[in-house]
């Protein structure tokens, strides 16, 4: 993983930008679904951990990848709501449900999750993931 020093859209010359915790959010997950890593690497702390339940902790989107291509071909996000925590750390709570295609063929819809973002300055320092994807897979 390489580390940019130039300033990006969520980082200025002076440190991180104030935008919307919860546009933050969005982008972030809008530049994954996009598979523009960079671009979500980019609203990420260096210390960055992601944490899926049965699943080591990763700290790259590149570990992510790995993991989501034996679970599924894609996966898309719609969001039923946001909740802010203030805080320090900043939390974002999103919910809503999966769409997407299973990595052995055959769509899925409807699978509910619940993702939780803690940010530091104005980046996304942890994601840890909630949903019932495995529950899907039994039926």
Known sequence: MSISKTPGPDRDAHGPSRRDPIE???SYIDAIEDR????????????????VP??????????MV???????????????GFDLCQGDPLIVY??????????????FSGIRFLDRFE??????????????LAEARKS
């Open 24 to 26: 933050l959010v969005k």
């Open 36 to 51: 523009d890593m960079d671009r979500a690497r980019d609203m990420q702390t260096l210390s960055f951990v992601m944490q």
């Open 54 to 63: 049965g699943v080591d902790r990763m700290r790259s989107l590149g570990e």
């Open 66 to 80: 790995n993991w989501a291509a034996l679970q599924y071909r894609y996966v898309r996000k719609a969001y039923d």
């Open 94 to 107: 999103m919910r809503g449900t999966l769409n997407g295609e299973w990595a052995r063929g055959g769509l």
């Open 119 to 132: 940010l530091k300055n104005g980046l996304i320092q942890r994601h840890d993931m909630w949903n019932d």
